[in-house]
């Protein structure tokens, strides 16, 4: 079956810096969602890959997929608290049901 | 995009009771899920919420304990019955659109004492 890994687990990171957050399959990815996640509550959709190569950006959040469609990465430049939170990636599977599968998370703090 | 609330967005409840979950959404939707969230967890999907039939359950949940409705394309309920604190958790309903997105509600806090 398929599985998505999220690295890091958990990232702290000065207010200003850059990070990335990555999410890697073992097969195929048909579709990548990325969603931002507050402590205790429901998801916020940030962006949508489908295709090898895609990138898109919102504000300062960049995600790509990767040619071969295994890994996706999301990058944010100069990290503010507002970016602190869990970032979940979600993929669909070869059966295309709309069941995602979900990584980890990764769980970021930003210091001011 | 698709606003979606839930009601309540907590509660602390008894081992023994039941506490039925709502979930509205502004726009016709294609599909409407409910999920799971443990504590330092990622999402568990318990089941797909079928307009005007029974909902389809993945590996592990029961409609005896998760009971499901969706009377229409926009409103569904879960029910958790006979709760355990193995219940506590933060459920999540979420729809897909027709612009092949995803979202999500802003969840239900529930915890079980």
């Known amino acids: 079956s398929q599985e998505l890994e999220q690295s890091p687990q958990s990232l702290i990171v000065q207010e200003g810096k850059n990070l990335t957050i990555n999410c890697t399959s073992s097969?195929?990815?048909?579709?990548l969602y990325w969603y931002k996640q507050k402590y205790g509550e429901g998801l916020i959709f940030l962006m949508m890959?489908?295709?090898g190569g895609e990138e898109k950006s919102h504000e300062k959040i960049t995600a790509k997929l990767d040619e071969k469609k295994q890994q996706s990465s999301l990058h944010i430049t100069a990290s503010q608290p507002s970016h602190a939170g869990i970032y979940l990636c979600g993929a669909i599977n070869a059966g295309n049901n709309r069941k995602l599968i979900w990584g980890l998370g990764t769980s970021l703090a930003v210091n001011p | 995009s698709a606003v979606i609330s839930q009601k309540p967005s907590r509660d602390i409840c008894q081992r023994g009771t039941s506490l039925t979950i709502q979930c509205q959404v502004d726009?016709?939707?294609?599909?409407m899920f409910w999920y799971r969230q443990q504590p330092g967890q990622s999402l568990t999907l318990i089941a797909t919420a079928n307009q005007g039939s029974e909902a389809t359950y993945e590996s592990g949940f029961v409609i005896d304990k998760f009971p499901i409705s969706r009377p229409n394309l926009t409103f569904s309920t879960l029910t958790v019955s006979n709760m355990s604190p193995e219940d506590s958790s933060i459920y999540l309903c979420?729809?897909?659109?027709?612009?092949?997105?995803?979202?999500f509600g802003p969840g239900t806090r529930l915890l079980v004492l």
């Open positions: 890959l489908q295709k």
């Open positions: 979420s729809v897909w659109t027709v612009q092949e997105t995803q979202y």
């Open positions: 097969k195929t990815l048909y579709g």
């Open positions: 726009s016709q939707v294609t599909m």
